[in-house]
């Protein structure tokens, strides 16, 4: 018993042909199983598909006009019919006999092969096709061999010129050998006849000639004889079965880079095709281009189709090369359902490129086909093709487009910015990015508009970044708006202000990203929007997102202003009293021996004390008691700096004596009270009582409580209650109220916690019972405390930068007290109404606590003084700015130069007798100059000068206490050393000067003739803290010589030019070479530890020397090798060390007497020379030293009963250096060039010194020096 059995089955597509992208299908068109031995149930087991066999046939007239049959079989399983043989048996007559027509097996054989090929001409098979497609084969595969000498395939093979079945023979046998080669040839042999019947897969026979409709039966055939029938099929002999029409054709748009410049196909199977499908062998599709479709109508029938392709055969282009199975049967319904949720938006069929780059022809330098341009239109149909490869009617045509679907560029230089954008300041974040340039080589990869992308980056938790970094994700999200490329600027950057976004409590200080994409129209973006939405951007051609950029509503408010102040050294009009009481002889004409004789003296150590006070008091029974006498004012004496007052006191008036003194100056400023007493004071007519006192302006950092300073026991220690850290390097001491201390200045001290000695380092004034001050790292190992000044003597405070036992300026101290929200402080200073400069700046550390106060130390401070102010500002994390917070003003102690004198000018003007002074002194520090003009041996107003110019110049107009001047003004004559003193009466103060000016000045005086004079100059500073004078100079008015007719005048000085003589102490010397020749090697015989120049950093910071003197003494051993500038400590020398009791006595040991004579008072000049050897610029290098700073110190041990004198070499212009030449040791004083230097430079070195006139008598020559190029 037979039974029959359909069934269908869809696989997988692969690639059908060299040009055709597409899907391949297997489909079961014809499935008999042969049930052997079995009876039919009424519910057979499920059939076992993989042992189905396939067969299916057709028949033809072939090129002979007889009609032929060809049948084919298959099977899904890739072992039923492996090795097997087939029979082939025919019926011509129904119920008739069958008759076996041939025995089918596989064959290589040439011969054999020769007549497959030849009936499958006869059947109409295109065999050239076929020798084209195994000719390519085997140079692809290389299955003969042939290969170059790389290995790889050549462009021809040895097989190129066989024919056909030499060509299959080859194939076959390969096939064989590789499973590879195998599947490559069963893919190629449906479409060919010849290499079907060769695999033993299908048969060509004769059918008789009038036969009707024939049986053809396919049996398995073993051991001879024929099995059971695998299939059988039913032919009309001539006759070819008509295929259907297909249904509709579509283009699927993939607007992904695999659709580029393609155009993908599919189509519908109608039920009258899909009857037929064990016929249809595959589909062919067909091209025409839209210019080249004239007179095709999209909606023309079949039959008007095939009548105008028959018309136009040239433009009627096929786009695959082989037929092409179909993956998956669809209706006219399905086809073009494209929809997300239900439509098939991916199964194509055919993906047409024109043949995109494939060589035009099988030459070695083909041209290659252009493809499709971006726009290109073109339109498809589609018809069946049957067993033996005849093409059937064309299914109803449709249109496509090919598209540029390569993304454009990923966008670049996106910025995102806050920015104003209202009428109100309404803040909101401004985009700006770089337009897509057209990208070289990609015709037509434009970008059409921008897709912009917006998200968080919250606190503490996962960042929205994820979505834009992972691709699944980034299809998630959906752009905040689009921005048309046409849009952009002249710059070529595009702009887009978010309006979707605004700042709010919840967003301020938070970050958002922002990332853009770029995006490509196309005329097939429709199939990315569902009805009634816009297209999904994820599925239209859009580049990837750019790296995000972050914008960020900052918090505008700015902080509130800092509070804060400033720490000066102020100084203070002080009066102390020097003890014990003395005696001394007294010797008088009255021998008055009831009485105790008292005298008061009182020594002033500032020219601006102009008068003292005394006041004798009783302090103990019987009475009287209380207050003896009140001197009221006294004025110093013009001739001295010493003031005297004597009284002789009853029996009764001398119990127990105390006696006061204050002391005024010229601005009315009065001191602290001077304070001694004695009890019952010996009643001698040939003794005075002596109360000795001391009075002067001193700075704060003078009073140093626990030292030998003369105002240490005025300086009381406070205690700190407490001492906390407020900030990095700044602590808070804060004193009992109990103190009462507010506004007064203390005096900062420090020691070592192993040290027993105390050191001043700063000085500061209490606000709300605290100071604030900095510390040293590491903390732990000093501690702190504070001493307060005795009240009275604040005068106008100037701050006092001169160094007081300490080795650099005191610079004022500034402190900041910081508002909460500070994340960055400045601190600014303006000098003499100028432009701001910064001070200091710092970054508040919130990881290391709270900063509640910073301090600033400011040590750059004008040498010559100024009026400092001094400002606040705080910046939060958002840069917001507090406002600019002024904090004090400052009134920096000046310090000016030196007036120089030029010899008198007479004149006559308007008929009188006039004097010219002329005088050279900077400016700075300088607040008026005063010219003292004393008409010698004249009354106080006989012969006095009278001012000329400039204008507004005026006697001093100083007050007067009894009738004399209140104050005398000091000079020196040139060339002398005593000094001398002259009237206030006879000075004139010239107007103030108005900002800086040319250092020359000169002032014009009617002076009388005959009469001698004296002449200084004064540079006056603030308050007249400091005045420096010019040496005096004695004259009489002479009549000036008229100038000589016809000659010229000369300009001064009209004399000769000094001599140059060399210096006998050698040549200038490069520092580093006789003290470290290397970075770690001390010159030999170098003493670095008696020496200024420690280290080579050192030598380096001062590059070149000139030797002035020798000091007789060495230094002692005290240097540190850290130490840079030599200065810390100073060098020591002449140390005398003595008993308290009977001290020895103090050198006087002036390191200026051991200078070369002749060599100072001088300047030290440098001149470049030039590569060429001519001499360049000439610059001062020094100031002008008329000697070398030291000081004398003293210290005492009380414990030890010793007393030391110690000399200190404290210049920071001369530098000591010591050597041992063969056992002596010398110790040479150097005049250094503090300036910078120019690597490779070579600089010629003059000291030119002064005579007593001021006046340049000689200039040294000290040589050459060329500073090392590295």
């Known amino acids: 018993m037979r039974a029959f059995s359909r069934a269908t089955h869809v696989s997988t597509l692969s690639t059908c042909g060299p040009h055709l992208r597409g899907l391949a299908s297997f489909v079961l068109l014809s499935l008999v199983l042969l049930l052997i031995g079995g009876r039919v149930h009424a519910a057979p087991a499920k059939p076992n598909l993989e042992a189905a066999v396939i067969t299916a046939g057709t028949s033809i007239v072939g090129t002979d006009g007889r009609n032929w049959a060809y049948v084919v079989w298959q099977s899904p399983g890739a072992a039923t019919l492996l090795g097997k043989s087939f029979a082939v048996y025919l019926q011509t007559t129904p119920a008739g006999t069958f008759t076996r027509q041939a025995i089918i097996t596989p064959t290589a054989d040439v011969p054999a092969l020769a007549l497959l090929a030849a009936r499958a001409a006869t059947l109409r098979a295109d065999n050239a096709e076929l020798d084209r497609n195994l000719r390519d084969l085997l140079r692809r595969k290389s299955w003969a061999g042939s290969t170059n000498a790389n290995g790889l395939a050549a462009n021809s093979s040895p097989f190129d010129s066989k024919p056909l079945p030499v060509k299959m023979s080859a194939v076959l046998g390969r096939a064989l050998q590789s499973t590879d080669a195998l599947s490559a040839v069963q893919l190629l042999a449906p479409q060919h006849p010849a290499l079907r019947m060769a695999l033993g897969r299908a048969w060509a026979g004769q059918l008789p000639p009038g036969a009707g409709p024939v049986v053809l039966e396919i049996r398995e055939w073993a051991n001879g004889a024929a099995g059971g029938v695998l299939g059988r099929v039913t032919l009309v002999p001539g006759q070819a079965i008509t295929l259907a029409s297909p249904g509709r054709i579509v283009q699927v748009p993939d607007l992904k880079p695999s659709g580029d410049l393609t155009i993908k196909l599919r189509w519908a199977v109608p039920d009258s095709l899909r009857r037929l499908q064990q016929h249809v062998l595959g589909f062919r599709v067909y091209r025409v281009r839209l210019e080249d479709a004239g007179g095709l109508a999209l909606n023309a029938t079949p039959a008007q189709l095939t009548a105008w392709i028959n018309s136009h055969p ?48 099988e030459a070695a330098n083909s041209p290659r086909a252009p493809g499709f341009t971006a726009g290109q239109r073109c339109r498809y149909w589609v018809a069946a093709v049957d067993l033996l490869g005849r093409v059937g009617p064309p299914s109803p045509l449709c249109e496509g487009i090919a598209e540029r679907t390569i993304p454009p560029d990923v966008p670049g230089n996106l910025t995102v910015t806050e920015r104003p954008v209202g009428p109100n300041g309404e803040r909101q974040l401004v985009l700006r990015w770089k337009t897509n340039a057209l990208p070289a080589g990609v015709a037509n990869r434009t970008t059409s508009r921008y897709a912009i992308y917006r998200g968080p980056v919250p606190d503490g938790a996962a960042s929205s970044l994820v979505t834009l970094e992972d691709p699944a994700q980034f299809k998630t999200l959906a752009p905040i708006a689009f921005i048309t490329e046409g849009l952009a600027g002249a710059d070529g950057y595009l702009r887009f202000t978010d309006n979707g976004l605004a700042p709010t409590a919840g967003n301020t200080d938070r970050s958002v990203w922002y990332a853009i994409t770029a995006l490509h129209d196309t005329q097939l973006d429709w199939f990315a929007a569902a009805p009634g939405v816009p297209p999904n951007p994820h599925e239209l051609v859009q580049s990837a997102p750019s790296p995000p950029a972050f914008g960020i509503f900052r918090d505008r408010t700015g902080p509130p202003a800092p509070t804060g102040g400033v720490y000066v050294n102020c100084d203070k009009l002080v009066t102390q009293a020097v003890l014990p009481v003395t005696t001394a002889p007294r010797v008088s004409a009255v021998a008055d021996a009831s009485r105790a004789h008292v005298r008061a003296r009182c020594t002033r150590r500032n020219r601006s004390v102009v008068a003292a006070r005394f006041t004798f008091t009783d302090l103990r029974d019987p009475p009287p008691v209380g207050l003896i006498w009140d001197t009221q004012w006294i004025a110093f004496p013009a001739d001295g700096d010493e003031l005297t007052y004597e009284i002789s006191l009853l029996n009764t008036q001398s119990d127990w004596v105390a006696v006061t003194c204050v002391t005024l100056d010229a601005h009315g400023c009065q001191s602290t009270l001077g304070y001694a007493d004695r009890q019952r004071p010996a009643l001698n007519a040939a003794l005075w009582h002596e109360f000795r006192f001391v009075a002067g302006r001193f700075a704060a950092t003078a009073f140093a409580s626990d030292s030998t300073a003369p105002l240490a026991n005025l300086a009381t220690v406070v205690p700190f209650t407490s001492t906390t850290t407020i900030g990095p390097g700044v602590k808070r001491g804060v004193f009992a109220a109990a103190e009462n201390l507010n506004g007064q200045t203390v005096v900062l001290q420090l020691r070592l916690l192993t040290a027993t000695n105390w050191s001043t380092f700063a000085t500061a004034q209490v606000v709300n019972h605290a100071v604030v001050f900095p510390f ?28 007081v036992d300490a080795l650099e300026i005191q610079p004022v101290t500034v402190f900041l007290n910081l508002p909460a929200t500070t994340k960055e402080w400045r601190i600014f200073r303006s000098a003499d109404g100028g432009p701001l400069a910064l001070v200091k700046s710092g970054v508040v550390d919130l990881t290391q606590g709270a900063v509640d106060s910073v301090i600033a130390q400011d040590k750059a401070l004008p040498p010559n003084g100024a009026r400092l102010r001094y400002f606040g500002q705080c910046f939060d994390q958002n840069h917001n700015p507090s406002p600019l917070k002024f904090l004090a003003e400052v009134l920096l102690l000046p310090a000016p130069a030196t007036p120089v004198l030029n010899p008198p000018e007479f004149l006559i003007a308007a008929g009188q007798d006039q004097v010219k002074l002329k005088w050279f002194c900077p400016t700075p520090g300088v607040q008026r100059f005063r010219v003292t003009l004393l008409a010698l041996g004249a009354g106080e107003t006989a012969n006095k000068a009278v001012p000329v110019l400039p204008a507004g110049t005026t006697n001093v107009s100083y007050g007067s206490i009894n009738g004399g001047a209140l104050m005398n003004l000091a000079y020196t004559l040139a060339g002398e050393s005593e000094k001398k003193y002259a009237p206030m009466f006879y000075a004139f103060d010239l107007p103030p000067i ?25 540079a006056i500073s603030f308050a007249e803290l400091i005045v420096t004078d010019s040496k005096a100079q004695q004259f009489s008015w002479k009549t000036p010589p008229a100038p000589a007719v016809g000659e010229p005048l000369v300009p001064w000085p009209a004399r000769p030019l000094p001599p140059v003589v060399p210096n006998p102490l050698g040549s200038a010397f490069l520092m580093t070479d006789v003290t470290f020749p290397t970075s770690t090697t001390t010159a030999p015989g170098f003493n670095l530890f008696r020496s200024a120049i420690s280290s080579w950093s050192a030598a380096n910071l001062y590059p070149v020397g000139i030797r002035i003197g020798v000091l007789p003494s060495l230094p002692e051993n005290n240097r540190r090798a850290e130490d840079v500038t030599g200065l810390d400590p100073p060098i020591t020398y002449d140390r005398v060390t003595g008993p308290l009791a009977s001290p020895p006595p103090n050198l006087v040991t002036d390191p200026t007497t051991h200078v070369l004579p002749g060599l100072l008072p001088g300047v030290l000049f440098r001149q470049t020379l030039l590569p060429d050897g001519r001499p360049g610029a000439l610059v001062q290098v020094t100031p002008l030293r008329e000697g070398i700073a030291w000081k004398r110190d003293v210290t005492t041990s009380v414990a030890a009963g010793l007393i030391t004198y110690v000399s200190l070499l404290r210049d920071p212009f001369i530098k000591a250096l010591t050597y041992d030449t063969g056992g002596t040791s010398l110790c040479w004083l150097n005049l250094v060039d503090t300036h910078s230097v120019a690597a490779g430079a070579t600089y010629h070195y003059y000291l030119a010194s002064y005579g007593r006139d001021g006046e340049i008598n000689l200039v040294w020559d000290c040589g050459t020096v060329t500073i090392p190029a590295d």
């Open 776 to 803: 040293i790292v590491p903390e732990s190992l000093f501690v702190y405390r504070a001493a307060k000044l005795p009240v009275g003597g604040d005068c106008q405070c100037a701050h006092d930068a001169r160094p």
């Open 994 to 1018: 108005a900002g800086p000016g040319l250092p020359l000045h000169e002032a014009v005086f009617q002076v009388a003739r005959d009469q001698t004079y004296l002449a200084f100059v004064s």
């Open 314 to 361: 040239t433009v009627v282009q096929p786009v695959n090369d082989a037929p092409v199975p179909i993956a998956k049967l669809l209706d006219d319904a399905a086809v073009d359902n494209f929809s997300f949720d239900t439509g098939d938006r991916r199964t194509f069929f055919v993906a047409d490129d024109a043949h995109r780059l494939a060589p035009l022809t």
